[in-house]
């Protein structure tokens, strides 16, 4: 299929993809899209210069089936003439740990793979297979999250892999079975997602059939003789994205054919509308900001993941604006700035609720001195009498009676749910709700007293309890890593006479609610819940 072949040198030469002389690893898991890719780039690859690696994950989740495809590729490599590397991590086992959903634990294990192949290589940038229809289908998803112009845009051609957030590394200097036809080395050994790590190297990556429809890939398959794996998983609508493709996606075709085109068209606009929206955003915001906190520690830094230049930032406590300079601005950069702020403050936040934003935004407007409002990830907009500022939540403890926590020798208590239970001064109520996938109406709840949480993940055994010896909490925003509960009560400024009787809601799965602070990663509400428990916690009312 020439005509193919030319639209892939056309995407290259538009996005300015790739460079005579590069090295490439490129990402194939064996199904007709990285198939494809692969079969384009070595077509490509001398007339270019390029020096292609094969890089091959095996997420341990499909038994015989994922072995199989692990071996399809490397012996699709090495008739290719291409070096290859083999790896494997037990995705399952890492996602429950980190408590993380399955897709997102996938995705972090096999981007840190694929740059951890790249740096053994010496390689410039990373190739993947996304294509058009991929990019259709992250568009509808992110627009049914509520997202805002950056998500809207969906995938980029080109991108720096050092501005995504990955967790873990390797634990051993090899990157895995690695052949150049035929010979073999050591197996893959990934860390879990215990810490953030930076990369040994932060290549480019690439999307060379983000403009190639499905069919077109599928169609030069054929006509290629290539012979695709076929991978059971896309099948499961359990999966969020696979719903998209099989359900919604053909009843949005019913009422416009080209539905999946007009979703790409919408991304490539709106990727260039935002290139002017970040511009002014940068503007305004060295306009209004007076302050922007101290790091948090030595080498605690976030790559701004929007900037131009793409510079290094100080992971910050809190961010200040002069209040008459931010109500000067107009209302879309005052979201933004307001939006920057908290990406700059939880720089592991993937998703930030609009409804915050938006209500922050206009108490921020409107609001006197000393009101306040709370945004994502443990943060609050607080209004001053010249400056607005955006830091972690004051804890409410000084307004609390302390008749509300529990005594020291206080037992567990058993939560009916649904229901109403009361114990150590509390009274907690818990109710259900059925949620839709596509509603964000449940992911937070605007009281630090009432959380939202997902009913299946969390279960209906539920206790209240006090602290205990070797807690660990894994705190919504911090991409489900955990850290010891008392760390995470200091740096919530909890005082310490407090945090021995703070009320904790618990399941068998461990910490689902710092009540009053914050819910775990684990616990919250995501596109695919499906009933979710509302709980509420207030003070037992005197005549009781």
Known sequence: MADLLHQVRRTIRRYDLLRDGMALVVGVSGGPDSLCLLHLLSRLAPEMGLRLHVAHLNHGLRGADADADADFVAEFAAGCGVPYTVGRA???????????????????????FLADVAADVCADAIAVGHNADDQAETVLMHFLRGSGVAGLRGMLPKTSLGEFRLSGGRRSG???????????????????????????LSPILIRPL???????????CVEQGLQPRFDRSNEDTTIYRNRLRHELLPILEGYNPRMRAVLAHTAEVLGGDYELLRTAVDEAWERVRTREGEPRGAGDFVRRPHS????????????????????????GLQRATIREAIHRLRASLRNINWEHVERAVWLAREGTTGQKATLAAGLELEIDYRTLRIGAEATPVSTLQQALLFQPDSSPGVLVAPGVTVIGGWQIAISCARRAAQSGEFATAADPWTACLDADAVGSNLILRIRQPGDRFQPQGLDGHSTKLNEFMINAKLPKTARARWPLLCSPAGIAWVCGLRVAEWAIVRPATRAVWVVRLMPVPRSQ
């Open 308 to 331: 131009p230049a793409h510079s290094r930032l100080p992971s910050s406590d809190a961010v200040e604006f002069d209040l008459a300079a931010w109500r000067a601005l107009p209302l």
């Open 90 to 112: 037990e995705v399952a086992g890492l996602a429950r740990e980190a408590g993380l959903s399955l897709e997102e634990a996938a995705r972090q294990v096999r981007y840190r």
């Open 174 to 200: 090899g990157a895995g079975e690695q052949g150049s036809g035929g010979s073999e080395g050591a197996d893959v050994s990934l860390l879990p997602f215990a810490t953030p790590s930076p990369l040994r």
């Open 210 to 220: 983000l403009a190639t429809s499905r069919v077109a890939i599928e169609t030069y």
